[in-house]
């Protein structure tokens, strides 16, 4: 998939394939990375594609159902999943036990500060559903950080990304 697919995409679907990407981003599956796509939402919206206002609810929205459903992946069956995987590579049990500790420690905190770190906004979920973190507050710590995440990646690709595509088509 390259960039003019994906413009395309957006051009034919919009809001549809805006939701269903970042969606599956913050599933942290394999695929494009919202790196990549918030960006394109936001140079999407700079182009008057969309508002800059809906393209970021809406990453915020997908990002939001996505960890919903890691959180509720890890309070229902997490204790398992993180057994089996320490099983299967027991080197990682102290990592995965400071991990589960932190979150003890610090909470809420915790879950905001995750969101903004590549990698683990999207893997904390798990482990906030395993210690069966309030749901609510995890909801809104998680939007917190969910929208400082998404707020620099649509407003960089705003506000710098029609240069950035200028330069890079020299």
């Not at 913050?26 to 990549?36: E, R, S």
């Not at 800059?52 to 890691?70: D, E, M, P, Q």
């Not at 395993?130 to 649509?154: D, E, H």
Request: aromatic fraction near 14%; charge should be positive.
């Amino acid at each position: 998939m390259d960039l003019q697919m994906l413009t395309d995409y957006f051009h034919q679907y919009g809001l549809v394939v805006i939701f269903a990407i970042v969606f599956l981003e913050y599933l942290n599956l394999p695929g494009f990375p919202a790196g990549v796509i918030m960006p394109l939402a936001g140079i999407w919206a700079a182009q008057g594609g969309i508002g800059f206002g809906t393209v970021l609810v809406l990453t915020v929205l997908a990002g939001l159902c996505g960890s919903w459903v890691l959180y509720l992946l890890g309070r229902v069956g997490g204790e398992f999943l993180l057994n089996k995987y320490v099983h299967k590579f027991p080197k990682h049990k102290s990592a995965i036990e400071n991990t589960m500790e932190r979150i003890r420690k610090k909470g809420y905190t915790g879950i905001f500060i995750g969101k903004l770190i590549p990698m683990i906004r999207t893997i904390i979920s798990i482990p906030a559903g395993v210690l069966k973190i309030n749901f609510m507050g995890y909801t809104l710590f998680s939007v917190l950080g969910i929208t400082i995440w998404n707020l620099v990646f649509v407003g960089a690709g705003y506000f710098f990304g029609e240069s950035v595509l200028q330069l890079l088509s020299w």
